[in-house]
C-alpha cells in the first residue's frame, strides 16, 4: 500500500464524519453562517446539527458567536484559524489518496 493511502488512515476523524464534514465545508466556503442557513443546507435535524456543531466547537474548529436580532437570539458560525488549517489538511490528504 502506498504512503499516500495510508495517510487516509490519519485523517481527522472529527473532520472526516459526513454530517460534519458537510457543516466544515459550508463554512470554508462562506465567511460565516447562522444555524438556520446550515439546518437548511445540511438538512439535518436541529438537534443533529446542534450536536456536530458543538463536537465542532469542542476540537477548536469552529467560533460561535450568540446574539440578538430585536428580541430574537441569532447564533453565528465561523471556521476557527486552526479549523481552516486541519479543512486544507484534510482536502490535502483526500486529494493525493485519491489521484
Do not use: C
Not at 466556503?29 to 456536530?52: P, R, V
Not at 479543512?87 to 489521484?99: C, D
Amino acid at each position: 500500500m502506498s504512503d499516500t493511502l495510508r495517510g487516509l488512515t490519519e485523517l481527522d476523524r472529527t473532520i472526516h464524519e459526513p454530517a460534519r464534514l458537510l457543516i466544515v465545508s459550508l463554512l470554508y466556503l462562506s465567511k460565516e453562517a447562522d444555524f438556520l442557513w446550515l439546518l437548511n443546507q445540511t438538512e439535518l435535524t436541529k438537534g443533529n446539527l446542534s450536536t456536530h456543531l458543538g463536537k465542532l466547537e469542542q476540537a477548536g474548529y469552529l467560533e460561535v458567536k450568540k446574539q440578538f436580532r430585536g428580541k430574537v437570539p441569532w447564533t453565528l458560525y465561523r471556521l476557527t484559524d486552526q479549523g481552516r488549517q486541519e479543512f486544507e489538511r484534510y482536502r490535502k490528504a483526500m486529494r493525493a489518496a485519491l489521484r
